[in-house]
């Protein structure tokens, strides 16, 4: 006995430390570590798409409303708003199910004189009605900004108790870095689309064509990077009649709900009380067809080329303002934006920017 115990004693001492370093060791893993999370699809109920348009703008989701400029985007947006508002009718003469709450941003227009008027105009509830006009900082008001304040509207929102729709106004506005460059939409917009998903909202952000895009796949004519079109889960585009005060909604494209079909209307000025003039959307009834025959049916551009390579230079001046970059690197943004090589090379002749190689290992950059 006396000659075992010391060798237990022994045994015992050592392998305590080592214990007690794979116990830290194994804490440290369970801390530090990144895992993949997996859900079986036999947990996962299946779960119908929530729409507040049916086929049209669904709840939870964000939408791109694009146009030209003159065909009342944002008159359209207030226009669906008011529907949500009262509960009343849609474009295509179906009924609204359900009212809510409709909040508006706009980096354009002033709630006093032109968007309240319009929504009045357009037979909404205003006391539904909501517009973010900036944030408390410090005990300072400073302006709302879409691309950084979207985690202190989470609260905002559950204050008036909740909402059903979001209007931003330009969606650009929630893209802090070049909104040419796909992985700064994406950045930006998540918050937007985590957002809508959180508080099962509907955002539409309104946003232009790029100019001289007339005859090109609607979707592909949304200003800025293809990564807007691409996040968003419907995109639907307005453009007005030549010589007319017709205009037409289309859908664009969607990945839940069918991506052809539209809609026609005008814009309509009326007095509403205190002899105060605003505009409203007027609906005239549905039209069939894809968005691209819809809008080429109203739309006449013999520039489209000039307009294309005019909207290219701006892009290029967008991403040399700040100094050289690599040619590589713009081949990537400019597909991204949507732009034909060719067209990028017309533009870069124009505006005299030169390629200038860096060394024998180094590859080439393209500079103002």
Known sequence: MSISNPIILFASEKAAPDLIAARTASRAMLEDTRTVKIRCGADIKPQAIDWLWPGWLPAGKLTILAGAAGTGKTTLALGLGAVITTGGRWPDGSSSTKKGNVLVWSSEDVADDTLVPRLIASGADLTRCHFIEGIVQ????????????????????????????????????????????????????????????????????????????????????????????????????????????????????SNIAPDDGGVAYSLDLVTIDGGIAATRAVWDGVIEGTAREILGDVEHDDSEEAGEKQDAERFLRGLLDEGPVPTRQIKADADGAGYAWATVRRAQKALGITAVKGGMKEGWTWQL
Do not use: W, Y
């Open 138 to 253: 410090h005990g300072e008001s400073v302006p709302f900004d879409p691309s950084q304040d979207i985690p202190e509207l989470h609260r905002a929102v559950e204050r008036i108790g909740g909402a059903a729709l979001l209007i931003i106004d330009p969606i650009v506005s929630a893209v802090a870095g070049d909104m040419h460059r796909a992985n700064d939409v994406r950045r930006g917009l998540q918050a937007v689309v985590e957002f809508a998903e959180a508080h099962s909202c509907a955002v539409i952000g309104i946003t232009h064509f790029a100019k001289g895009g007339a005859g090109k796949a609607p979707q592909d004519r949304v200003i800025g990077s293809q990564a807007f079109g691409a996040l968003a889960r419907m995109v639907l585009v307005t453009a007005k009649e030549e010589g007319s005060t017709r205009r037409v909604l289309a859908r664009a494209k």
